[in-house]
């Protein structure tokens, strides 16, 4: 089952920050977030496993809860370069071995003004 | 970081016609490679699982004599769609194992005219 991303959309000015959620029904092994640009294939941003870490890089961080079966994707003081759609992508606790087989969410449209 | 190229970038054909795209681990082997399918704005649908050395596993819905996936070494998968249509046009992307984490190709636009 598809994973329910939140926001659909969020226009942001340059500087301004963006939280974008990623829920899912099924318990989780993995949430991946990507993000893509028009026309181009997803560019991997960052993966969290479960235990509820946290992760980031520049100002783009994320979270994962286990329990709560939900992911957070913050972004801090957008850039224009911030502006595409956010996918996040999960593995279910389904006892699989390998990386890369997720089911993605309908993706969050994020654009950053100057 | 690992790179996963796809082959070609896009392609145009003609309704009827088979088209063949590569994906290739650059530098890693990848045991387990994945194709997924992306319709204009829509999200990222996984259509089969491609193993190497064995059959692939395709998702629900997904016909397997249409989309033919071979997996023939750890570094190369390849998706056949045969004879085309209007409505296979989308952007297909695959992804490769790399043990840790996952890389996607660049993805192939194909549009059947």
């Known amino acids: 089952q598809q994973p329910v991303q939140s926001p659909q959309a969020v226009i942001l000015r340059e500087g301004e920050d963006a939280v974008i959620n990623c829920s899912s029904s099924?318990?989780?092994?993995?949430v991946h977030w990507y993000r893509q640009k028009h026309g181009e294939a997803p560019v991997f941003l960052m993966i969290?496993?479960?235990?509820?870490e946290q992760k980031g890089h520049d100002k783009i961080s994320a979270s994962f809860n286990e329990k709560k079966q939900q992911s957070s994707l913050y972004l801090t003081a957008s850039q224009l370069s911030y502006s595409g759609t956010y996918f996040c992508g999960t593995e279910t606790n389904a006892g699989g071995t390998s990386y890369g087989k997720l089911t993605f969410g309908q993706g969050t449209i994020l654009t950053v003004h100057p | 970081g690992a790179v996963v190229s796809q082959h070609p970038s896009w392609v145009i054909c003609k309704s009827g016609t088979s088209v063949k795209i590569e994906c290739r681990s650059l530098?890693?082997?990848?045991?387990?490679m994945f194709w997924y399918r992306q319709f204009p704005k829509q999200s990222l649908m996984l259509m089969a699982t491609?193993?190497?050395?064995?059959?692939?596993?395709?998702e629900q819905g997904v016909e397997k004599d249409k989309f033919l996936i071979n997996h023939a070494s750890l570094t190369l998968s390849t998706l056949t769609v045969t004879s085309a249509h209007p409505e296979d046009s989308s952007f297909y992307i695959c992804s490769a194992d790399a043990g840790t984490e996952a890389f996607f190709g660049q993805g192939t636009r194909l549009t059947v005219v």
């Open positions: 099924k318990a989780l092994y993995s």
């Open positions: 491609s193993n190497e050395g064995s059959k692939a596993t395709y």
């Open positions: 969290l496993l479960k235990g509820g």
């Open positions: 530098d890693f082997q990848a045991t387990t």
